[in-house]
């Protein structure tokens, strides 16, 4: 019997994760993910109107709602079949562009760099940069914040494993505290055509309710050109620093070498990072019908295996056997990763152009090879690089907009129906699948992005992606098992989504 242990709650990530590590010689012999909540969102969208269910959907989360209101219009459109406009489409990838930037940007810097980054190089800097100074005397602990531990939520620190350098630790660090500003930024860009942020309010079925103005338009083009300095002057040099000093994270943390993208922004030349799996470096083909959700090992006593069309929300809390609030979906039976990662390799194997140059050069500064993209490290390096590929979009389609013309197209809500929406969230592959009948929802049901990633052993007992991408890691402290939670912070979980 080896060691065991717990990281749970797993922080520095969102939502209820627990983690359970089986080692052996000092290293994973297995690893248990596990969804600690149960929320129901499927369950309680039943019966009401289909009309509210892009508002509730996208109370799953607050980090990605526009994807989950998103995904929930697509799958009502294909029931209603609205002639949306110009406007209406490119004002959506506005919104949906803007989020991706605030959440990839979030998940560096407030939620991974501080894996890689030593906080307390602060404690030398003697400069004059006031945000800085401020930052010195917080974690020194000369600041003292009500309850809250001195130097919290920094400290402890477990000394050596960070970056050495104290110019880059301090450089980082006052790009941690910009990043702040800049999510804020990106959630304005959003507001501009959702209403407000989180959870929108102009997204409806048949375009967005915003109207377009030169006035927005200027708004938005001077926050993107904002966004674009920061993700090209600290975001990607960052990446480059944290990616040079860890090397070995280019060899840990490699997923099954499946991955799955459902396509996201369409242009006129088809989607920005298109649809498709790659399956250990080959393209694969995509058939929706070949998506499953097994529940042998999750609290659900609904029966394993079904389509989402036929997806069923049985809560089991004591179903024994079962260690996680997250269904096991696979494709053919197999797990799939998603997210960013998944999303530049496909883009790469399709030969989109920009994503072939910038993936090219990365690896090529790095002195690295495709293959390596599947780590830890890779997924780092590939948000980052759509980060940038997104943000550049953005800025081309905010002046495809026309101002006056409308953004929104009417229909009609027939009495029943069936509907799927795909999209890709920020965190990877989301689909809505809904059911109409009388007029009301009679079925709905989310496979998440995170809920594929982070996803429990399926009927055959095979692990997850997170799972199996912790086995093998050698972990040197198994009370500060810091390598593990680098593995699992790389994915970019969000528990909130993948329990819903
Ligand atoms: Ni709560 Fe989400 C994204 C979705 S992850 S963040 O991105 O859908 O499962
Ligand atoms: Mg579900």
Known sequence: ?????????????????????????????????????????????????PLDAQQITQRICGVCPISHGLASILAQEQIYNPALTPNGVIARNLILGANYIQSHLIHFYQLSALDFVDVTAILGYHGADPALNDLRDWVSG??????????????????????????????????????????????????????????????????VTEQVSAKKIAAYAAIIDQLRVFIDTAYLPDILAVATAFPEYFQHGAGPGDFMAYGVFPQEDGFLLPAGRVSHGQAASLDLTKITEQTTHSLFSSPSGLHPTKGQTIPAPRKSGAYSWLKAPRYDNRPQEVGPLARILVAYQAGQAQVREMVDQLLGALGRQPAELNSAMGRHAARAIECKLVAEACARWINQLKPGEPTY????????????????????????????????????????????????????????????????????????????????????????????
């Open 142 to 207: 000369q600041r003292k914040a009500g309850a809250i531990s001195p130097g919290a939520p920094f400290l402890p620190r477990y000394a050596g494993h960070y970056i050495q350098d104290a110019g880059l630790n301090v450089g980082a660090l006052k790009h941690y505290l910009q990043a702040l500003d800049m999510r804020a930024l990106a959630h304005q860009a959003v507001a501009i055509w959702a209403g407000k942020v989180p959870h929108a309010t102009a997204l409806a079925p048949g375009g």
């Open 409 to 500: 197209a009417d229909f009609d809500v027939p009495a029943s129906g069936a509907g799927a929406g795909l999209i890709e969230a920020p965190r990877g592959a989301l689909g809505h699948w809904i059911e109409i009948a009388d007029y009301r929802i009679a079925n709905y049901q989310c496979v998440v992005p995170t809920t594929w990633n982070c996803s429990p052993r399926d009927d055959a007992g095979v692990p997850g992606p997170v799972e199996s991408s912790l086995e093998g890691l050698p972990v040197a402290d198994p009370q500060n098992p810091l390598e593990a939670a680098r593995i699992v912070r790389s994915f970019d979980p969000c528990l909130a989504c993948a329990v819903h």
């Open 1 to 49: 019997m080896g060691t065991l242990v717990e990281l749970s709650p797993l922080t520095r990530i969102e939502g209820h994760l627990g983690i359970r590590l089986e080692l052996d010689g000092g290293k994973v012999a297995s690893a248990y993910c596990a969804g600690e909540m149960f929320r129901g969102f499927e369950n309680i969208l039943r019966g009401r109107d």
